[in-house]
């Protein structure tokens, strides 16, 4: 079992930023894929972006793309999502998400996210 604690979320204006952070409780990431989601009420949870904790390629939504960067730090076991340039679509619950393989799935708490206009 992979406990995920995530921090970060807030109010911000339009057009600021904020940085999401997400850590394994008790473990390491290694071997994990590490991506973040994002909901809001009546919707399905949609896909923000992933990448390897290995390294490598790293995915984004196209309504991200450009705003949005994952990164990890290993040293501290933590991943990253830094918004940038906000709007006020991005409001949203957002979760971080985990996987090795075809194991289990790991979601963390979620944490909100209020982009004023």
């Known amino acids: 079992q992979v406990q995920l604690v995530e921090s970060g979320g807030g109010l911000v204006q339009a057009g600021g930023s904020l940085r999401l952070s997400c850590a394994p409780s008790?473990?390491?990431?290694?071997?994990?894929?590490v991506g973040w989601y994002r909901q809001t009420p009546g919707m399905e949870r949609e896909f923000v972006a992933r990448m390897r904790w290995s390294g490598g390629t790293k995915e984004y939504a196209d309504s991200v793309k450009g705003r949005f960067t994952i990164s990890r730090d290993v040293a501290k076991n933590t991943a990253y999502l830094d918004m940038n340039l906000l709007k006020a679509d991005d409001t949203a619950i957002y979760y971080c998400r985990a996987n090795r393989g075809n194991g289990p799935v790991y979601w963390g708490q979620g944490t909100q996210v209020t982009v004023s206009s």
């Open positions: 008790g473990r390491t990431f290694y071997g994990y894929d």
